[in-house]
Structure formats: structure tokens, C-alpha cells
């Protein structure tokens, strides 16, 4: 890509089409696009829990309130996301020379021009960045929750799979008499081998390859909300009921402004909160985007919340209407249980919900995996098993990254492995959109070689030391076998779970509060120290500065809400599932 003049820049989405589309079959490379990136996010957050949404739309208003706490929401799930993009960059400065002094390697070519970026993949990770913040015992808890949030998950995915598969194993195989929903034989074997089938996905190297997967997800959670919307309108349509009787006023008792009580909304918060929790799979898929700068992953985050918000209140608004033609007058946590199991288009619809649980699975096992994988190459045992089931794998891994911008280290000499694009400066340098950031994510101190041809564009780029990493996760013999372990020790789990609910409650209000929120805001307020006023450009009349201090406030304001919200959610969770009656 080139400019020839100022009247012949492309605009940014041309910008974005050529870098998507120079892909390459490098898997040192970063492969992802803005599309496939997009696909992953948007299959990692929607998924089975979204059955449970009309439950919430019903509870808190779905009319007026429930849509504001879902705008809410989601905004506050895109503002985590980013900052826990923001912490991930933030954390490759951790620990290195603050001292100002930071060499630029500036060729010739005219200012606001080329800059060449080295393409390799980023290796942030969620748990390294809670270690670079908060210290090496945040590392264990960030692995523990990640592991266990996604674990668990695992588990309800699996029974979500066992129950839509129900009908067609109970029809071919009649039920044992009184045994009603949960695990028989028969259903347990269904859901077993559709795990088995899907297991090799389970051991790609990364989300990337999964981009084709995503999309098939997205493909059949949407058929599913769309058969709940017909059934609803149709059920709002209906003029008499079986009986005769005129129900020309049910439209009205159907829709609702606001909760009824405190505790409704206090039920319902954590489903909304759990349906943006994604957090788990945001650094991996940004590793692997192409020339991540910030308005290409901004895209990305936008074009994923929002397309999930508006699918959110679709199947929350149209299913709380349906609680006209339930026989108890409410609307269960899987709205698909409210419609008649003999149903033909709800039957397409189960299927198509057995589809998507099963595409996003892997989306649950891969980054557990990878974190059990990374924990063990951190034991003396666990690196010498691994050394010894793939010696040359792990050999071949071995591989040195240079410092950003090495003294004395001409253009051609940075050449290689590069990706050079030309940008606009607002592109680059995001000056009103406030602090300057790197371009790539980088982790444990290996960063990509980067070329700046105009000193302006880039504040800060500090200088690192040359290091030695070696990726655990590229060894396929320990991706088989982490895979293995996770995901069928989850299944083999399930197939003695009848129901999940405690499980969806608890991590709800509790692990994805800490998870999706806590965690991301406080590591960049931690790790952000590192943009003191003094580090961050001057030229721009403060703004800046004071984007930095505003973004911080924002950070500050998310944990003084959420901390409290986590406990009293909590406090409800565990109330409603062992003391309340009504369960």
C-alpha cells in the first residue's frame, strides 16, 4: 500500500481491507483479520446463556428498564474489554528503563508516512497481566479463575448439549420410566460422542483457525432466536385462548417498565453480566490480529459488543413475550423449556442450539488448555515432561526477538518479517483520541522490531533487552493432551449433573464479575502509572493528559460499582439456591 499524495490516501476501511487481506500461512505470523477476530469474540459471548435473557427482560421491564441495563451492560463490558487491552500493552513496559530516555530509529520519507511493524504474534496473556500488576500470586488466582470460569462453563455446555439432544436420543431410545429430565445412559452416550467429535478443534493452536467455526455459531443461535421470535408473535397474535375466552388484553400484561422489587433486579443482574463475559478469549484473538493498532481493534470490540447487544434484546424482548402462552405464567431461565417438546420449529430450533453449544466449545477448552500447558512449563517436572513427549517441537520453538528499536540498526536491517503499511497520522498517533500507545501487543519483554519514520508519531517505545522465549503452546502433543485432560474430565463431570443452575448463578455473580471487570480495570489502573504526564505528549495541548486521567476515573468508577454488586450478587446467589424455597 502507498500514498501518492495527500488526495489519494484510502480511508481507514480500505487501510483495514488491504492489511486483512494480506494473510499468511506463517503460523509465527499474526493471521487474523478484523472479520475472523470478530467471529471468535461474538462466539465466545453468545451462546446457550442467551435462553436465559428473556427471563431477565421479563424480571427488570422489558419495556423500558431491561433495554437501559442492557446498553449499560454492554458498555461497560466494551470499556473492560479495552482497558484489559490497554493493561496488556501497558504490561510489556513493566519493569523496564522509565527513565525517558528511549531511542527512535528515524529513516528518511517525509513525516506521518510508513511505519513497518514486525507481523509476529503477540503472547499477552491474562494471567501475565494480573502477575505484571498486582504480582506473581495474582498470576496463580488470574490462572485459577480463568481456568475455572471456563471449566465450569465447559460443564453447563455440556449438559445444555445433553438436554438439546434429548428428543431425538429419547425417541430412538425410550427413557426409563419416571426418570423426566437429567442423565440416563442413553443420553449421556449422545453427548459423549459429540464430544469426541469435537475434541480435534480443541487442539488448534489458536482461535484463528476457529474463524469458519465462529461464524457457523453466530449461524445457529441466530435460527434459534428466530424461531422464539415467531412462536412469540404468533402467541401475542392470538386472539382466544383454547378455551375461548378473549385475551385481547394479554398484549398489554406482557410488557413491563419496570421490576416489580429490588430482589427481581438483583435476580437478573447477573444473567445480563454473563452474557458479555468474554474477557478469557480477548488477548489470545488480539494476539493473533494483524497490525492491531488502535482503531483496527477498537472495530473489532465495537463491531462485536453492539451486533451482540442488539441480538440480546432481540430474543430477551421477543421471548418475555411469550410468557402469555406459558402454563405458569412465567418464563424459566432456558425459554426453550417453555415451548412444547413436540413443537416442529422449536425442534430446528433445539438442533440449532445443539450446533452452537457444540461450535463454541472450543472456545471454553482452548484458553484453559493453554493455561494448563503454561503452568506446566513453569514446574521443573512439568517442562521435562514436555521436553521429553516433543524435543524437537519444543526446539524448533526456541526463538530471539529484538528490541523494538536497536541502536545503530539501520532500516534494511529491520526489514525482515515486516508488514509495511502506510497510515494516516490519525491512525497512528490517535492524537485526539488521547494517550499514544504501541502499536503491537507484547509480552514477557519480546517485542517486534518497529520502524518509525516520523519521530512525532510514536511518544514512547521503550527500550527492551534481548530475551529468549519458547511458546509451550505450540507443542502439539501437549495441546492433545491438555485438551484431552479439560474438556473430557468436564464431560465425564456432566453426565452426572441433572441441572446447572447453581453453577451459572455462582459464577455469574461472582467469578465474571471479578473476571470480566475487576480485574482488567484494576490492572490498567495499575499498570497505566506508567503514562505519567511526564511520558505523554505534549504537543496535543494536554489532551492527552487528560484523556489518560478521565480514562483512569472511568476505571476507578467501574470497581467502586462492581465490588459491592459482586457480593450482594453473590450473597443472593447463594441464598436463592440453598435457603429459598422456591427453588
Aim: charged residues 15%; contains cysteine.
Amino acid at each position: 500500500m502507498a500514498f501518492s499524495s495527500p488526495n489519494d490516501n484510502p480511508t481507514t476501511s480500505q487501510v483495514n481491507d488491504d492489511i486483512d487481506g494480506n494473510a499468511t500461512k506463517d503460523e509465527s505470523q499474526r493471521q487474523g483479520t478484523i472479520s475472523s477476530a470478530r467471529f471468535n469474540l461474538l462466539s465466545s459471548m453468545v451462546g446457550g446463556g442467551s435462553l436465559s435473557l428473556p427471563l431477565a427482560f421479563h424480571q427488570t421491564g422489558n419495556a423500558f428498564v431491561a433495554p437501559l441495563l442492557l446498553i449499560a451492560t454492554a458498555a461497560l463490558a466494551q470499556q473492560s474489554i479495552l482497558f484489559l487491552i490497554k493493561a496488556g500493552i501497558y504490561s510489556t513496559d513493566s519493569g523496564q528503563n522509565n527513565s525517558g530516555e528511549h531511542n527512535h530509529n528515524i529513516t528518511n520519507g517525509g513525516p506521518n508516512r510508513i511505519r513497518s511493524v514486525s507481523n509476529k504474534k503477540g503472547t499477552v496473556s491474562y494471567e501475565n497481566v494480573s502477575m505484571q500488576a498486582f504480582g506473581p500470586s495474582a498470576r496463580i488466582f488470574s490462572m485459577a479463575l480463568v481456568s475455572a470460569c471456563c471449566f465450569f462453563a465447559t460443564i453447563g455446555y455440556c449438559v445444555l448439549l445433553r438436554d438439546m439432544l434429548e428428543p431425538i436420543i429419547d425417541g430412538m431410545i425410550t427413557p426409563p420410566e419416571g426418570t423426566g429430565g437429567g442423565p440416563t445412559l442413553a443420553r449421556n452416550i449422545s453427548m459423549l460422542t459429540v464430544v469426541l467429535f469435537v475434541t480435534p478443534l480443541c487442539t488448534l493452536r489458536n482461535l484463528t483457525a476457529l474463524k469458519n467455526v465462529g461464524a457457523g455459531s453466530m449461524l445457529s443461535v441466530c435460527t434459534v432466536a428466530l424461531c422464539v421470535a415467531f412462536r412469540a408473535i404468533q402467541c401475542q397474535l392470538k386472539p382466544v385462548d383454547e378455551n375461548g375466552t378473549d385475551t385481547n388484553d394479554e398484549p398489554i400484561k406482557s410488557l413491563r417498565a419496570f421490576p416489580l422489587s429490588a430482589k427481581e433486579l438483583l435476580d437478573a443482574a447477573p444473567l445480563f453480566i454473563s452474557s458479555f463475559v468474554c474477557h478469557f478469549n480477548v488477548l489470545p484473538i488480539h494476539n493473533e490480529l494483524r497490525c492491531p493498532t488502535r482503531d483496527r481493534y477498537r472495530k473489532w470490540i465495537r463491531t462485536s459488543i453492539w451486533p451482540a447487544t442488539l441480538f440480546y434484546w432481540f430474543i430477551g424482548f421477543t421471548g418475555s413475550l411469550y410468557i402469555k402462552c406459558t402454563p405458569s405464567g412465567k418464563v424459566s431461565g432456558n425459554i426453550l423449556l417453555d415451548f412444547d417438546e413436540e413443537d416442529p420449529l422449536l425442534f430446528i430450533g433445539r438442533l440449532c442450539l445443539a450446533v452452537t453449544i457444540t461450535l463454541a466449545l472450543p472456545m471454553l477448552v482452548i484458553p484453559a488448555r493453554d493455561i494448563l500447558v503454561r503452568s506446566m512449563t513453569n514446574t521443573r517436572i512439568g517442562s521435562s515432561f514436555l521436553h521429553r513427549i516433543s524435543p524437537i517441537q519444543q526446539h524448533a520453538q526456541l526463538h530471539e526477538h529484538s528490541s523494538d528499536i536497536q541502536n545503530g540498526v539501520s532500516a534494511p536491517q529491520m526489514h525482515h518479517d515486516m508488514t509495511t503499511v502506510e497510515f494516516e497520522p490519525m491512525e497512528i498517533s490517535q492524537r485526539n483520541g488521547g494517550m499514544e500507545e504501541p502499536l503491537l501487543v507484547l509480552e514477557n519483554r519480546s517485542l517486534a522490531s518497529v520502524d518509525v519514520t516520523d519521530v512525532d508519531l510514536v511518544e514512547e517505545v521503550p527500550n527492551r533487552q534481548h530475551t529468549k522465549t519458547i511458546d509451550s503452546t505450540s507443542s502439539k502433543t501437549a495441546r492433545r493432551l491438555g485438551a484431552v485432560v479439560i474438556f473430557w474430565t468436564a464431560a465425564l463431570i456432566a453426565c452426572s449433573v441433572k441441572s446447572i443452575d447453581v453453577v451459572w448463578d455462582l459464577l455469574g455473580s461472582s467469578f465474571s464479575i471479578m473476571m470480566a471487570f475487576l480485574i482488567p480495570c484494576g490492572a490498567y489502573l495499575k499498570l497505566a502509572r506508567m503514562k505519567r504526564f511526564n511520558h505523554l505528549p505534549m504537543s496535543d495541548g494536554g489532551m492527552g493528559f487528560r484523556s489518560w486521567m478521565l480514562s483512569r476515573a472511568v476505571a476507578w468508577l467501574m470497581i467502586l460499582f462492581f465490588t459491592p454488586l459482586m457480593f450482594i450478587s453473590t450473597l443472593n446467589a447463594v441464598y436463592n439456591n440453598f435457603f429459598s424455597g422456591s427453588r
